[in-house]
T-cell receptor, first 113, second 114 residues
């Protein structure tokens, strides 16, 4: 069982749709992350939130909009995506301490049609 | 800049055989090193991590890894592989900052044959 919960597990959306991915953790972690993973590739960091503030944006296109409403929740709002954005989107969390390992959710499999 | 090299993209071993997955890293200071495993359609699960102390670290599922500073390596080993170990294995390096900007290797896909 994973301690980071992501919903939905699968999402199919058209290029004009607006949708959101959700992530929740109750481990008291104050750092939360969004990663994108294409097939047969390692995860690529998109965003990092630290104490609910956006700390890292890895030059992600504005059609991806993250939000951290509180210390347990992390959202990724999607709008006007392209087919090449189809991927596995992984949420992770960690303690705010050096060397703290990432705890990953099982991801949302996104398909853009 | 930090980086991780996993030279083996795909490895096939027989069930019951021993396993070693290679990882080389580049990092300016003393790194935090991690091994994660990913089963198909799943997220990544931490197997073990190293920062300091004993250079041989034990992890979950019977895995261990040895840190060799002189070789900049952090190889993962298991004495006897089980069919359920078939998965993708990622070596990763991180720093001492509060939140982790972790760099992952490209991954090694492990196939286990009966």
């Amino acid at each position: 069982d994973t301690e980071v919960t992501q919903t939905p597990k699968h999402l199919v959306m058209g290029m004009t749709n607006k949708k959101s991915l959700k992530c929740e953790q109750h481990m008291g972690h104050r750092a939360m992350y969004w990663y994108k993973q294409k097939a047969k590739k390692p995860p690529e960091l998109m965003f990092v939130y630290s104490y609910e503030k956006l700390s890292i944006n890895e030059s992600v296109p504005s059609r991806f909009s993250p939000e951290c409403p509180n210390s347990s929740l992390l959202n990724l709002h999607l709008h006007a995506l392209q087919p090449e954005d189809s991927a596995l989107y992984l949420c992770a969390s960690s303690q705010e301490a050096g060397g703290s390992p990432l705890h990953f959710g099982n991801g949302t499999r996104l398909t853009v049609t | 800049a930090q980086s991780v090299t996993q030279p083996d993209i795909h490895i096939t071993v027989s069930e019951g055989a021993s396993l070693e997955l290679r990882c080389n890293y580049s990092y300016g200071a003393t790194p935090y090193l991690f091994w994660y495993v990913q089963s198909p359609g799943q997220g990544l699960q931490l197997l073990l991590k190293y920062f300091s102390g004993d250079t041989l670290v034990q992890g979950i599922k019977g895995f261990e890894a040895e840190f060799k500073r002189s070789q900049s390596s952090f190889n993962l080993r298991k004495p006897s592989v089980h069919w359920s170990d078939a998965a993708e294995y990622f070596c990763a390096v991180g720093g001492s900052g509060g939140y982790q900007k972790v760099t992952f290797g490209i991954g090694t896909k492990l196939q286990v044959i009966p």
